[in-house]
């Protein structure tokens, strides 16, 4: 039996650059930063007061009473996963619930419902603690909130990889519908928990940009001048059906989701393995997978974060693996890094460069790192022809995931 | 001294905050699940408002007598009595 193709059919996210998929992607091609100073008192003993905000607030999206039971990236998650739902013409399709999977994850989960309750704690004592405390802190809340308002029954899952999470919820996505288990899934990743406490906690790794004095020019990837990432917050989610499904409805489709692989390190629990050799694997095994070979990727959105090891570790893999005729881009240099939304949000962005034709910038790219020897698309959109895309994903704890989108 | 009637409109205060009921709606016969569709969750953060708003304790053992607005306005006037 042949294998069930599966395709890309709706697509939803809010961002930094913002509050849906078209003014997202308007702002990727015209390289806009949405990095932003944070103005807020609490930032102003930090080493790092800048971030990128969601652009659109979710607090103007959904309702008042409703986001009282959701943690912030559960909001993310169901304002992206609403969008990518009417996006692929389902809203009033009647989808079977049975048939129907979900595999959004996090990076951190509700760490600022966490945070904050435990202030209130502190401050009123445990009867003042919120009864939806723990569905808001847990990580697969924005999973399980995602299913309960599809009525997905097929599964519910909520993977988490750090920063590759949101392209490995894509390909347990694919899993699932290639095993038979889903005509349909939404896959996504989402984040929000520009706080305190975790700027802290990455400042304190040395693991992001201090440019304070320059927001949208702190994210920066493979140029001389980065100096560590910019967090972000935000959600991206996609439909994905198999190919039978879709083409029975008369589907519009974006991109063929053509292969995935995932891999792991097994190297150390923060520190890229400087010889690539965990991301080489994961590229080769995609692209075999997707049966599309190196030198067919026409174009890679990187991880690229901005870091002085993992920009350039990237791209001596991405040679090593023989993937060098594609043109290569960051769109975190616009979105900052989004950490477990990345993946998602960032193979929205590959998907989109399939369709129409158009790689978006990696803005803040005047001054190439030597070691930089593969085309980047520098400051400046690219049009051309993106017969096959590649999305690379690595997280913290040594996770690689690479997802390889098609021209349907 | 509070009366029925200004503890029903405190608790339809409360309602509209935490569970987005229209205070239009409360009234002594609705049931809190049944007619104005507070879950069990929102439940507690009524009660805790309540305790709050009236000086009055609520045990949790009692939370499950309070069927409706009335039980509810009943439980605070003899608790603040």
Request: charged fraction near 20%.
């Amino acid at each position: 039996m042949s294998r069930r193709e599966v395709v890309v059919t709706g697509l939803g996210a809010t961002t930094p650059l913002g509050g849906d998929v078209a003014s997202t992607w308007e702002a990727m091609v015209a390289g806009r930063s949405g990095v932003i100073a944070l103005t807020q008192d609490w930032a102003q003993q930090l080493p790092v007061r800048i971030a990128a905000a969601m652009k659109v607030d979710p607090g103007t999206v959904l309702d008042r009473v409703k986001l009282r039971r959701l943690d912030r990236s559960e909001a993310a998650a169901l304002i992206a996963a609403h969008q990518a739902w009417a996006d692929a013409g389902l809203a009033d399709a009647g989808v079977d619930g049975e048939r129907l999977a979900v595999v959004v994850g996090s990076g951190i989960g509700g760490a600022t419902t966490l945070l904050n309750q435990d202030d209130i704690l502190e401050a009123s004592g445990p009867r003042k603690v919120s009864p939806h405390t723990i569905p808001m802190l847990m990580p697969n809340g924005p999973a399980a909130w995602v299913g309960l308002e599809l009525g997905a029954k097929a599964g519910v899952h909520a993977p988490t990889s750090a920063c590759a999470t949101g392209a490995e919820a894509v390909a347990w996505a694919l899993d699932i519908l290639r095993s038979g288990r889903a005509n349909v899934a939404v896959a996504g990743g989402t984040e929000a928990v520009i706080h305190p406490l975790p700027l802290a906690g990455f400042a304190a790794m040395r693991a992001m940009s201090t440019r304070n004095d320059d927001p949208e020019a702190a994210s920066r990837p493979f140029d001389k001048g980065r100096d560590g990432f910019v967090l972000g917050e935000g959600s991206g989610a996609m439909v994905l059906e198999t190919e039978e499904h879709a083409r029975a409805r008369g589907a519009r489709i974006y991109a063929r989701l053509a292969g995935a692989a995932m891999t792991s390190d097994g190297y150390d629990i923060v520190q890229p393995d400087p010889q690539g050799h965990g991301i080489v694997r994961a590229i080769n095994a995609a692209l075999r997978d997707a049966d599309v070979s190196a030198s067919d990727i026409a174009h890679v959105n990187a991880h690229a974060t901005s870091t002085a090891v993992g920009d350039i570790a990237e791209i001596a893999a991405l040679r090593h693996a023989r993937v060098t005729n594609a043109v290569v881009t960051s769109t975190k240099s616009m979105t900052g890094h989004l950490l477990g939304a990345a993946g998602a949000v960032e193979s929205i962005a590959a998907i989109l460069s399939v369709y129409h034709g158009i790689v978006p910038p990696t803005i803040n790219l005047d001054d190439p790192d030597d070691a930089l020897d593969l085309d980047v698309a520098a400051l400046k959109a690219r049009h051309l022809e993106v017969p096959a895309a590649l999305n690379d994903s690595f997280g913290f704890g040594g996770h690689n995931a690479v997802l390889v989108f098609t021209k349907a | 001294m509070t009366t029925r009637d200004e503890i029903t409109a405190g608790l339809a205060e409360i309602l509209e905050e935490v569970a987005g009921v229209s205070p239009d709606d409360v009234a002594e016969s609705k049931s809190f699940t049944d007619d104005l569709d507070v879950d069990s969750l929102s439940m507690v953060e009524v009660v805790v408002a309540a305790e709050e708003k009236f000086g009055v304790k609520i045990p949790d053992d009692e939370v499950q007598n309070l069927k409706t607005v009335g039980d509810a306005v009943s439980y605070i006037e003899k608790a603040s009595a």
